[in-house]
């Protein structure tokens, strides 16, 4: 396996002075190799069951494209998932101050569609209300003015996910009163969005995030009615993806740009923790209250966490079985 | 092959003839159909940005629309079965004709799906060798497998039945029967499979329940034969085939019990859901009362099950049932309520809140309503040249054999309707 890894890294690098070479070649492109090279992308296979030259090929013809697209180098990188690598998430409820870094630098790493028209944000922080119990209602019984009580309303709704919103626009965070409660794609498992996918373009690879093969999506949202955590985002229009802003650091199953009609979501940042990297949201929390590791790795942060916190998953009971683990402290 | 070229011809000249009414609806259709064509080019150019839907609400008329006609192709089956399970003279007679709603119905229906789809472009990656077709785990290729199988089922049933009437020769029993069969069991397969594709997914609480798909099939049972009634009843004003009264008043029984059992399970839906009122019944809550200030489906829900419980109301005694102008009325508003509690009534609020507990409302925009004007037009376009060709065979107006002069068409109609299968 290592040594199929190896020539595998070896002929993409070879590949990629060639997809350079195929750049340059691509400024005075005709009208006509330009048709081809689409019609090319709109032929290709799904990209789990290409070959490795296949997969190399498809790669390059985006990178073309991006590059001619965004007027800059573009790379669509193809690493594989890593051995013995189960990629983990564990989230501080008690550190997250709602601040939603996360989510803008998710957008600005992830390359997801702006503006009024189409704003795509993959994290959500959901602000919950801590509540209360008053002693002005504590008598409010229900059914009112009647003698025996059946329940009662000296309550406001207080850690109910339901009842949490996510558009709060705030002077300042965190909040009085206010508990936050960051979700993405939980990663799961067991994903329900993976059994439902007609064409098998959306699938677990081997070191843990849930993927989509952006060109082999049909954009039928199966996926989006089966996932319990709102986690996925449909393309309505071409995605509006300002050129300077574009983030030219991609991966295939990553960050590289959506067209309309298909489906995105978080992939644990691909492009970056196969790299080695954390993923953007973990980098630029202001309180450390994100974690990412190796579940495989008993040192690593998220293992321990796991190990010594109480930590809860998101819908425990539908069995999905998260990557990602709240905890606090 | 000579016969068949004949057939063919035959066919096509008879169905492209008719009276200046017929031209004027097939020129009303082509009207709605121009504006599905500006819809699909503006899908296809600009992605379903002019639609109200949403990343929450994601789903809306045109897969409500599928899930509705999905029951009325399942629904043809209250002619098929009937005729040729238990005899019955006067729907054996026009069996054919249900089969020809089935086709029109699923096609309609694969025409929804390719203006839900965001990729339509992409539709050859579900066919199986050159493409993936994720099966056993995805339930939308099962539906799409059961669907086609039935379209092509009836297809198969009905074209054959009708070129063997059109040649004068006997059907094949062998062959003939099986189909029958196959294709009655097959038309529970779709509307179960259909059911199985929303209920099979907890993160909508609304949907749910094991009590969908017999829901789904009740209230198909009872839409479609309320379609059919209303097409019978046209074609005996103004065609010269005649309908028994018998067939009409056996499927007006047959709605009458599938919309009073449908009718006693949304009352079943209602007392489980509220009773207990968990998170689970935030979606049945918003649909029958608001939420937050959310009540745009409140009047649906409401008219819905005005118009089934008028129609049921209508259908249980036996005098108001058979006099047809009634029936008529019953049939049009079970038709119309079930289209709505099927459509915006069950599709739409199962994704309100979404999973995460967000309240948004989902109105479609004209650009949807001309679409979905658009596909019914071609749907009905596709069912009045089918059931014109299978009259046509019915009467003997096209057959292979010309009759001897002097025997009128309408004679030999008394005779060939008379079937050969005993």
Request: aromatic share 12%.
């Amino acid at each position: 396996m290592v040594n199929s890894r190896r020539s595998f890294l070896k002929s993409a690098s070879s590949l990629s002075v060639s997809s350079l070479l195929g750049t340059a070649a691509l400024m005075t492109m005709s009208d006509d190799a330009q048709a081809n090279m689409e019609w090319a992308e709109w032929f290709q296979g799904n990209y789990r069951l290409m070959s490795e030259e296949e997969k190399a090929q498809a790669r390059a013809r985006l990178e073309r494209r991006y590059t001619r697209e965004y007027g800059k180098k573009v790379t669509v990188d193809g690493t594989p998932a890593q051995e013995g690598v189960l990629m983990g998430y564990a989230l501080n409820i008690k550190k997250c101050i709602g601040c939603r870094r996360c989510a803008k630098a998710c957008v600005e790493e992830n390359n997801q569609s702006r503006g009024k028209d189409q704003d795509i944000e993959w994290i959500r922080v959901l602000k919950m209300e801590k509540g209360e119990f008053s002693q002005e209602k504590m008598n409010q019984g229900y059914p009112e003015g009647l003698g025996i009580q059946v329940g009662g309303n000296a309550y406001t709704p207080a850690g109910v996910v339901l009842e949490g919103e996510h558009y709060y626009q705030p002077e300042a965070v965190p909040e009085k009163d206010a508990a936050y409660m960051p979700i993405a794609c939980m990663q799961c498992e067991k994903p329900p969005c993976v059994k439902v996918c007609p064409v098998r373009t959306t699938y677990r690879e081997a070191d843990g995030p849930v993927v989509i093969d952006y060109n082999w999506c049909i954009g039928c949202r199966m996926c989006m009615s089966a996932c319990p955590y709102w986690a996925r985002r449909f393309n309505w229009s071409d995605p509006n993806l300002p050129k300077e802003a574009m983030n030219p650091v991609t991966h295939y199953l990553g960050n590289r740009p959506r067209m309309k009609g298909v489906v995105e979501k978080c992939t644990f940042c691909i492009q970056r923790t196969r790299q080695g990297r954390y993923p953007a949201c973990v980098e630029v929390c202001p309180t450390g209250a994100r974690k990412f590791g190796n579940l495989l790795d008993p040192n690593s942060e998220v293992s321990r966490i796991i190990a010594r916190k109480n930590v809860f998953r998101l819908k425990a009971e539908l069995n999905t079985f998260p990557k990602f683990f709240y905890f606090m402290d | 092959m000579d016969k068949l070229k004949r057939f063919a011809v035959d066919y096509v000249t008879y169905v492209v003839k008719g009276s200046p009414a017929f031209y004027a609806w097939i020129a009303f259709l082509c009207i709605l159909i121009l504006g599905l064509l500006y819809g699909t080019y503006l899908h296809a150019a600009d992605g379903l940005r002019y639609t109200g839907l949403t990343d929450q609400v994601h789903d809306g008329l045109y897969l409500a629309n599928f899930v509705f006609l999905v029951g009325i192709a399942a629904g043809a089956v209250t002619i098929v079965f009937p005729a040729y399970v238990y005899r019955h003279k006067g729907l054996h007679a026009v069996a054919v004709l249900g089969e020809m709603l089935a086709i029109s119905a699923v096609l309609m229906c694969i025409l929804f799906i390719i203006s839900h789809m965001g990729r339509p472009d992409r539709l050859w990656h579900m066919l199986p060798i050159i493409g993936i077709y994720n099966l056993p785990h995805s339930m939308l290729a099962w539906d799409t497998l059961v669907l086609v199988g039935y379209m092509l089922l009836n297809f198969a049933g009905g074209f054959y039945f009708l070129y063997m009437k059109y040649t004068g020769q006997p059907l094949n029993k062998k062959f003939y029967l099986p189909l029958i069969y196959v294709s009655i069991v097959w038309a529970l397969s779709i509307h179960t499979v259909t059911a199985f594709l929303l209920n099979t997914m907890p993160s909508r609480p609304m949907w749910h329940h094991s009590m969908l798909p017999i829901r789904f099939i009740l209230t198909a049972f009872a839409a479609g034969p309320s379609l059919i009634i209303l097409i019978f009843l046209i074609v005996r004003t103004r065609t010269r085939l005649w309908v028994e009264n018998s067939a009409i008043d056996l499927l007006a029984t047959i709605i009458t019990y599938c919309l009073g059992l449908s009718l006693f399970l949304t009352l079943s839906e209602v007392v489980t859901e509220l009773y207990a009122n968990t998170e689970h019944a935030l979606g049945l809550q918003y649909l029958m009362f608001g939420m937050h200030g959310f009540t745009d489906l409140v009047p649906w829900f409401w008219g819905s099950l005005a118009a089934s419980i008028a129609a049921f109301a209508i259908l249980l005694k036996p005098s108001w049932r058979t006099n047809y102008r009634l029936l008529a009325l019953a049939c049009g508003l079970a038709f119309i309520g079930i289209w709505v509690e099927k459509g915006m009534g069950l599709l739409v609020p199962g994704f309100i809140p979404t999973p995460i507990g967000e309240f948004t409302q989902y109105l479609p925009t004209t650009l949807e309503i001309f679409v979905t004007l658009g596909n019914w037009a071609v749907g009905f376009l596709i069912l009045t040249v089918l059931l014109k060709g299978a009259i046509g065979i019915l009467l003997g107006d096209i057959a292979y054999v010309r009759l001897p002069q002097g025997k009128t068409t309408s004679d030999a109609a008394g005779e060939l309707a008379t079937p050969e299968l005993t």
